[in-house]
């Protein structure tokens, strides 16, 4: 059984910093990819970054130049490196794991940004 664990988030202001981290445990033999999607109160869920296992890097516009994915293939673990966080991105993050064709998701961490 393959479980996902975020970790890191928490209150920040605007400007400020902070870094995710996507852990997982079980049986998992490589990650095909890492997803990091959000959702805001009242808001659709909406993904944030993603990263293959080769190293493929992909940002939603709203993050890119401010949030930095990463992967660890070695240790079956990702971030997300978060700065100049604005009000707007506060939201519950979570981390998609796909594996073998099968998705694995967190619980989610709350980032909440205030003025």
């Known amino acids: 059984q393959v479980q996902v664990v975020e970790s890191g988030g928490g209150l920040v202001q605007a400007g400020g910093s902070l870094r995710l981290s996507c852990a997982t445990s079980g049986t998992i033999f490589s990650i095909n990819a890492m997803y990091w999607y959000r959702q805001a109160p009242g808001k659709q869920r909406e993904l944030v970054a993603f990263?293959?296992?080769?190293?493929?890097?992909n940002y939603a516009n709203s993050v890119k130049g401010r949030f930095t994915i990463s992967l660890d293939n070695a240790k079956n673990t990702g971030n997300l490196q978060m700065n100049g966080l604005k009000p707007e991105d506060t939201a519950v993050y979570y981390c998609?794991?796909?594996?073998?064709?099968?998705?694995?998701w967190g619980q989610g961490t709350q980032v909440t940004v205030s003025q």
């Open positions: 998609d794991v796909r594996s073998n064709g099968r998705d694995y």
């Open positions: 990263i293959t296992g080769s190293g493929s890097t």
